[in-house]
């Protein structure tokens, strides 16, 4: 079954920084888009970033904005989430998700991606 695999999830003070990958062996990388997504205590799953197929763009929610970056290396299969200036509000389990798509621009609607990983624990905390 195919299924990504996120890793890089931890324990960091606010003010630092994690970089989230995702594994995506088996998948042609290039087709699909890539989301990221995550899910804090209690609250329901939410878009964070996401990525175009092939060099599509980015996008960030506002609560991510210019403290994420999400890029991807398809020759690699691999994709990121560098974040930065952490806060405690961004403590949740981390997911990368796949959606087979044509489509240039990316969309954070979690109910629409196909793959899910199992998820990554950031904790931020001090």
């Known amino acids: 079954q195919l299924q990504p695999v996120e890793s890089g999830g931890g324990l960091v003070q606010p003010g630092g920084s994690l970089r989230l990958s995702c594994a995506t062996s088996?998948?042609?990388?290039?087709?699909?888009?890539i989301g990221w997504f995550r899910q804090a205590p209690g609250k329901e799953r939410e878009g964070v970033s996401c990525i175009g197929s092939s060099d599509g763009p980015s996008f960030y929610e506002d609560s991510v904005k210019d403290r994420f970056t999400v890029f991807r290396d398809n020759v690699k299969n691999m994709a990121y989430l560098q974040m930065n200036s952490l806060k405690p509000e961004d403590t949740g389990i981390y997911y990368c998700?796949?959606?087979?798509?044509?489509?240039?621009?990316?969309?954070?609607?979690?109910?629409?991606?196909?793959?899910w990983g199992q998820g990554t624990q950031v904790v931020v905390s001090s």
């Open positions: 998700a796949l959606r087979y798509s044509s489509d240039f621009v990316c969309v954070t609607n979690r109910d629409l991606y196909d793959y």
């Open positions: 088996g998948f042609t990388l290039n087709y699909y888009e």
